[in-house]
Each structure stands twice: as structure tokens, then as C-alpha cells.
């Protein structure tokens, strides 16, 4: 790994460090962390190294929904990822959320993370980008596209690590 990366690395954990020490005081436990693709596969490496693992919530709850109808996948899914999600905390986060823009299971990505951060502290890896003043996934028109405004997003800590630059 470069020095660039480590230096990156290092202040990721610290900015984490950080918002979880500041969502403590807040009604929803929860960080969320924006990367680009190519930051995240070559921090997810290093970020193991430093003790951090990753719950790949994608693959865990398709295991569990690939033998259930439509309707029980939709009806399933919170139960469901409140038990996939049970250990996450400041060394385990989700990564791979990509399943919650399905839109045949009609979930909102952002309401399941704030609702399950009520009850225990959430780090998330978002599976998107910020563009402007939004937390963004899929591109306009396609049929999994989410966007949030970041201004509706105020009790929840969203580090923007694109391109490098931690904010």
C-alpha cells in the first residue's frame, strides 16, 4: 500500500473515530461512509489489517431470501437484516447494500439503516456517491436510483471520503 493510502487510511479511522464518538449523543447511531469503488477495495484490505471487518450484507441476506416468494422477501427483510446486521458496531461495518435498492423489495435504503440505528450503532459504507448536496445511488432514470438531501440527513454522520479528501 502507498504511503498516500496509509495517510488516507489513518485519517478515515480517525474521522470514524470521531462520528461515532458524536452519534453517541444523537437518536440514530449511525455513520455512514461514502467511497468511491476503487478507494474502497483498496482501503478494504488495509482497513482489515487495522482490525475492522466487513459484513457483506448483499451476499448474506440474498442466502436468505433466494428461497422465498416476492411477497415474503418484502414482508422478511427488516427481520432479516436486523439479524445479519446484529454485530455491526465501530469494528464491524456493512458494506455491500446494493440489495436494498431492489425494486421489487420495495425498501428504502436510508429508512431501514436509521430505523436499525436507533437501537445500536450502524457504520455503513454507502454503495453511492454524494453529487451536489445528496447521497446518491444508481444514476437518474434507472430504476434503482435513491437520492437524499443531505440537509434532511442532520442527527446522522455522513464522511465523504471521495476522491481522496475526507470531509
Known sequence: MHYISLLFRDKLLDR???????????SHKLAIIVLS????????????EDG????????????????????????QIEDLFV????????DKWLTKLDIFCEPSLQTDILSLLKWLSKSQLIVAIWPGCIEGSSLVY??????????????ELKNIQVINA??????
Do not use: H, M
Open 37 to 48: 469503488t476503487d478507494e474502497r477495495q483498496e482501503l478494504e484490505s488495509g482497513l482489515i
Open 162 to 167: 471521495c476522491n481522496g479528501v475526507i470531509k
Open 138 to 151: 444508481a444514476k437518474p432514470g434507472s430504476q434503482d436510483y435513491r437520492t437524499y438531501s443531505l440537509n
Open 83 to 90: 439479524d445479519v446486521a446484529a454485530d455491526c458496531g465501530k
Open 52 to 75: 475492522i471487518t466487513f459484513i457483506n450484507v448483499s451476499k448474506l441476506l440474498s442466502k436468505k431470501l433466494v428461497s422465498l416468494s416476492i411477497n415474503e422477501r418484502i414482508c
Open 16 to 26: 470514524v473515530a470521531q462520528a461515532i464518538d458524536e452519534v453517541e449523543y444523537y
